[in-house]
T-cell receptor, first 113, second 111 residues
Framework: DGGITQSPKYLFRKEGQNVTLSCEQNLNHDAMYWYRQDPGQGLRLIYY???????QKGDIAEGYSVSREKKESFPLTVTSAQKNPTAFYLC????????????FGPGTRLTVL | QKEVEQNSGPLSVPEGAIASLNCTYS??????FFWYRQYSGKSPELIMF????GDKEDGRFTAQLNKASQYVSLLIRDSQPSDSATYLC???????????FGTGTRLQVTL
């Protein structure tokens, strides 16, 4: 089955800890994206990558970091510098320039204790 | 000014009626327009996309685009209780195939 997987589904973090959220896709999509969603709000772009070993900041990149060492994988690290990390994190992928359609993974809900 | 605006709702329609969801956007250069459905606690799933002015139909769903008015809408015919969800409008902005999302309209289909 082709798709996007995210793990874990739920994640609890103590203040001051870094945590890494996993995103893997087997759709052979070139581009991958990370969004954050807060209750009652739309999706805000954190980082995106259009090609392996390259990525760009989105609208709210502060306190986050990413890597894109493989086409299939785009992990997101939420660092201790992120002041309000409790949110629903969504990963998406697409084939840019062919279609802008983005497909989403199931999401990771991060809670800071 | 928000780049993509939607009425947050809730929009309440009776079962079997037509639900009309609206979205306006500010970037005249936007080329692609998307509607996603998001159930509570779940990730968004694509319903439809539209690129050209006019209507595009897919089953019970019709997307309408008017670039001159910077307006895109989604009509849901014969609304069902299972259609109750938040509907997100998204448009491409700038380069790099980035999407900008509205905050969503919550639809409630009542029995």
């Amino acid at each position: 089955d082709g798709g996007i997987t995210q793990s874990p589904k739920y994640l609890f973090r103590k203040e001051g800890q870094n945590v890494t959220l996993s995103c893997e896709q087997n759709l052979n999509h070139d581009a991958m994206y990370w969004y954050r969603q807060d209750p009652g709000q739309g999706l805000r772009l954190i980082y995106y990558s259009q090609i392996v070993n390259d990525f760009q900041k989105g609208d709210i990149a502060e306190g986050y970091s990413v890597s894109r060492e493989k086409k299939e994988s785009f992990p997101l690290t939420v660092t201790s510098a992120q002041k309000n990390p409790t949110a629903f994190y969504l990963c998406a992928s697409s084939i840019p320039k062919l279609t802008d359609t983005q497909y989403f993974g199931p999401g990771t809900r991060l809670t800071v204790l | 000014q928000k780049e993509v605006e939607q009425n947050s709702g809730p929009l309440s329609v009776p079962e079997g009626a037509i639900a009309s969801l609206n979205c306006t956007y500010s970037d005249r250069g936007s080329q692609s327009f998307f509607w996603y459905r998001q159930y509570s606690g779940k990730s968004p799933e694509l319903i439809m996309f539209i690129y050209s002015n006019g209507d595009k139909e897919d089953g019970r769903f019709t997307a309408q685009l008017n670039k001159a008015s910077q307006y895109v809408s989604l009509l849901i015919r014969d609304s069902q209780p299972s259609d109750s969800a938040t509907y997100l409008c998204a448009v491409t902005t700038g380069t790099a195939s980035k999407l900008t999302f509205g905050t969503g309209t919550r639809l409630q289909v009542t029995l």
